[in-house]
C-alpha cells in the first residue's frame, strides 16, 4: 500500500481518526512481505475451463472433485425443491427449520458411512466448532494432530477441555502424550509435543485423572494431501481409553469405496466415534456433517451450538446434497477418472523436478518455499492461462510456502498436460527446477 493510500485510511469518510485504522497498516506489512493474496474472481462458468477476473484459465484450485456441484442430477434436484419448498427454511433447526428433506438427507448419509447416525451443519467447519466443544468439558483432554485444520483448531479453542498437540501423523508421538496423560493426569510439554498447553488448566482445578480423552485428526491434511494414519491411531487410542474424531472433509467422495472416506478406506467401521464430513468439496453442495452413534446426534441437537443458533439449510443444499449420494453410488467412475487423473499429473510434476512433498491423494503441493517466490510463481501460471494459487503462512509454515493443485475427474489429459507445460516453463523460469 502506497504512502498516501495509507494516510487516507487512516481517517474515516467523515473525517475523524480511523480506529481501526491499524488494520490498514497490518496490510501494508502483509504486502511488504508478499503474503497479501488478493481474491481472484470467477465470471466463467463453474468447470475446469473458466474465466478468472476476466482471463480464460484452466483451474487447478477448485475442491470440486467430481464435478457434481454442476451435475444435471444435482442442479435438477435443488431446480425442484426451490420450486416446491421455497428458498430458504425459516429457522433453525429446533424450532422450525427441519424439514423432512434434512432427515431423509440425514439417513441416507448414515447409511452411505455406515454409521448409526448422521446430524448435519451448515458447513464442515460449523460440524468441527459445533461438535468438539459439546462432546468435551473442562475435565476432559483433547490432543489433537499438529497439522490439524483451522476448523478443529477453533472447535478446540472453544472447548473447556485441556489439549495437547501429538506430531504430524506420528503415532508414537500420539501415545507418548496418551501415556502420560494417563499417568499423571496433566499434558505433556518437552520433547517430540509442541504446543502442549492448557494442560494443567483442567488436572489443576481437579487434581484428579481425565475423565474423557478425544484424539482428533483430518482424514487427509488439507494442505500437504497427505493421510492420516488410521489404524495406528485407532488402535492407540483404544488402548488407552480415549475416543477417536476424524475430520474427513477431504476424503469424503475421494477415498473409501464410491467416496466413502478414510474410514472405510481402512475398513475401520465402528472403530472411530466421530466422523466429520463436508458436503461442500468433492460430493458438490455446501454443509458438514457428524457421523457416529444414535446418542451423539440426539445430544448434538440437545447442545451444539451452532445447530441450536443458527439456521439450517435451505431445501435446495439438502436435496443437491441428496442427489449427490444417487451419483456417488451410480457412477463410480467419476472416482477412478479422478485417481487416474491424479497419478498422472503427480507424476508429471515429479519429473519435471518439482518437490510435491508427501501427497498420496488428489491435492499435490508444489513446494516452493518462500512466500514471494510462491506469490511470483502462481502470478505468471496465471499469465500462461493456469489457475493455481499460491498458498503462504499461516495457512502453511512460513518456509513451506506452495502452489496447491487439485486435479479433478472432469480434466482431461490435454488440459493437465497444457498445466505441465506451464509449471516446467514458469519452474525453470524462476529456477524453483
Ligand atoms: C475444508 C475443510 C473443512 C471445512 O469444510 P467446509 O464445508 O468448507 O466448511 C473442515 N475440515 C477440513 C479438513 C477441511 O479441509
Redesign the pocket.
Known sequence: MSETTALRAAETPAGRPDPLGYLAEEIADLQAKHLYRPLRVMTGAQATRTVMDGRPVISLSS?NYLGLATHPHLVRAALDAVRDLGVGSGAVRTIAGTMELHQELERRLAAFKHTEAVLTFQ??????SGVIPTITGERDLIVSDEL?????IDGVRLSRAARAVFPHRDVDGLERVLREARAKGTVPGGSGVSGASGGSAASGASGGPYEHILVIT?????MDGDIAPLPGICEVAERYDAAVMV????ASGVLGRNGRGTIDHFDLHGRVDVQ?G????AVGV???YVAGRQHLRDYLIQRSRPFLFSTSHPPAVAAACLAAIDVLEGEPERIDRLWENTRFFKAGLQELGFDTGVSETPITPVIVRDSEKAGRMSDRLFELGIFAQAVVYPTVALDKARIRTIVTSEHSRDELQACLDAFGTVGRELRVI
Not at 458447513?123 to 468441527?128: K, L, M, P
Not at 483430518?218 to 488439507?222: A, E, H, L, P
Not at 475430520?247 to 477431504?250: E, Y
Not at 463436508?278 to 468439496?281: D, I, P, R, V, Y
Open positions: 475442491n458447513s464442515g467447519f460449523t460440524a468441527n490439524n485444520h483451522a476448523s478443529i483430518d482424514g487427509v491434511f488439507s475430520d474427513d472433509a477431504h466429520v463436508t458436503l461442500s468439496k455446501l454443509g458438514g
